[in-house]
């Protein structure tokens, strides 16, 4: 069955340094998607993505979070200027399509800033 | 505001055991309905999910849940448990037209043998 992959793992950065997280979807899915999860809370919608554009976003997803899909597989979350809050699990997720989905997840990227 | 509440943060049960998790969703408008499943350093899983027509859903390891649309739940079941389903459980609703999917705060299964 397709997978939708992260990467890295696992991610430890400088507060105050910008971060990547890589994620490739599903390859023949439209939508996609950022959650994250803090430490022993729940999952956290931040962001959807179509047709190259924010379809929505959440109060979390502030000035200092970007997302881009470089090329025609990768989708990317930027973190501009890491805070000691931004440290959790980061899931990448996609669908084929909206509201009659699941999206289907990949095992995230655990994201420590230090 | 749109929530999903799962009432039990932690459920202890022996092996072989029949299971219920329950979760209780806000909405005013259609609905779908998600089960995921998340085993330690992994990502989530779909379980099942409920788009429309019947209100039992069978998922995968033979996991079923109920949509019950006057009471708001949609509470997940399994006839007999395994050590192997130690897992944490997410129930999550996303609503028509909309792209998020709202997670509940999760339960953590421990199966004792």
């Known amino acids: 069955e397709p997978e939708v992959t992260q990467t890295p793992s696992h991610q430890v950065t400088q507060m105050g340094q910008e971060v990547i997280l890589r994620c490739v979807p599903i390859?023949?899915?439209?939508?996609f998607y950022w959650y994250r999860q803090i430490l022993g809370q729940k999952v956290e919608f931040l962001v959807s993505?179509?047709?190259?554009?924010?379809?929505?976003k959440s109060e979390i997803f502030d000035d200092q979070f970007s997302v881009e899909r470089p090329d025609g597989s990768n989708f990317t979350l930027k973190i501009r200027s890491t805070k000691l809050e931004d440290s959790a699990m980061y899931f990448c997720?996609?669908?084929?399509?909206?509201?009659?989905?699941?999206?289907?997840f990949g095992d995230g990227t655990r994201l420590s800033i230090l | 505001a749109q929530s999903v509440t799962q009432l039990d943060s932690q459920v202890p049960v022996f092996e072989e055991a029949p299971l219920e998790l329950r979760c209780n969703y806000s909405?005013?408008?259609?609905?779908?309905l998600f089960w995921y499943v998340q085993y330690p350093n992994q990502g989530l899983q779909l379980l099942l999910k409920?788009?429309?027509?019947?209100?039992l859903v069978k998922g995968i390891n033979g996991f079923e849940a109920e949509f019950n649309k006057s009471q708001t739940s949609f509470h997940l079941r399994k006839p007999s448990v395994h050590i192997s389903d130690t897992a944490e459980y997410f129930c999550?609703?996303?609503?028509?037209?909309?792209?998020?999917?709202?997670f509940g705060a999760g339960t953590r299964l421990f199966v004792k043998a």
């Open positions: 997720a996609s669908s084929d399509r909206v509201g009659n989905q699941p999206q289907h």
């Open positions: 390859s023949n899915h439209l939508y």
């Open positions: 993505f179509y047709n190259n554009e924010i379809s929505e």
């Open positions: 909405s005013s408008v259609s609905v779908y």
């Open positions: 409920y788009l429309s027509g019947s209100t």
């Open positions: 999550a609703v996303s609503y028509t037209g909309g792209f998020k999917t709202i």
